[in-house]
């Protein structure tokens, strides 16, 4: 968000190659402020707070700007819809996840993107996770489907 972004360019080195955009993803009219480069994304952190169909226009759009687009995109399981990490709840307690899926392939579909690869938090966060904690079924489906994914997108391969 614009606010964020002025603190972030205010109090941080960029690297060269970095741009940090002020700009609200949802109400965005105008996407020039996208470079028509090959852009690689990074959409962690964000895309639970938002609804799919929000996401959906966010990235077909960052896709026509862009001329090539790769998306690092962190997905919350569709579990975690209804059970509230408690440190989000003390930051504002009206924050819900609106967005989760357990396939982040037929995401990358509906997406008209081309799913590249995908790993699990659980596997390089291991010590965040319960450790013997195996027969838990909330568990188990948060640690497989809390996930970073790479999607990428080329003009031509999919017709938007
Ligand atoms: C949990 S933080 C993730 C931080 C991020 N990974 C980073 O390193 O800056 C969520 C971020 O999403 C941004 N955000 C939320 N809604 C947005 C929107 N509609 N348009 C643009 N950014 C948005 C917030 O401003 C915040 O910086």
């Given at each position: 968000?614009p606010?964020?972004?002025q603190?972030?360019?205010k109090n941080?080195l960029?690297l060269d ?7 609200d993803l949802?109400k965005?009219a ?8 090959v ?8 895309s639970?707070y938002?609804?799919e169909e ?6 077909k759009?960052?896709c026509?700007?862009?001329?090539k687009?790769y998306f690092?995109i962190e997905?919350?399981p569709?579990e975690?819809l ?9 930051v504002?307690?009206?924050?819900i996840?609106?967005w ?9 579909t ?6 590249l690869?995908?790993y699990k938090?659980?596997?390089f ?7 013997n904690?195996?027969n838990?079924?909330?568990?188990q489906?948060?640690?497989n489907?809390y ?7 080329e ?6």
């Amino acid at each position: 968000m614009p606010p964020v972004i002025q603190f972030r360019n205010k109090n941080f080195l960029r690297l060269d190659f970095e741009k940090n955009i002020g700009e609200d993803l949802l109400k965005s009219a105008n996407w020039d402020f996208v470079p028509n480069e090959v852009n690689v994304f990074i959409l962690e952190g964000v895309s639970m707070y938002l609804l799919e169909e929000e996401i959906l226009s966010f990235i077909k759009n960052m896709c026509n700007f862009s001329k090539k687009a790769y998306f690092i995109i962190e997905s919350a399981p569709l579990e975690a819809l209804v059970n509230r990490h408690p440190s989000v709840h003390k930051v504002d307690d009206t924050i819900i996840f609106k967005w989760g899926t357990n396939n982040i392939k037929e995401f990358a579909t509906k997406a008209n993107v081309e799913f590249l690869e995908s790993y699990k938090h659980s596997d390089f966060l291991k010590n965040r996770w319960p450790q013997n904690d195996d027969n838990n079924k909330l568990v188990q489906a948060l640690k497989n489907n809390y996930r970073i994914s790479l999607l990428r997108y080329e003009k031509g391969d999919f017709k938007l």
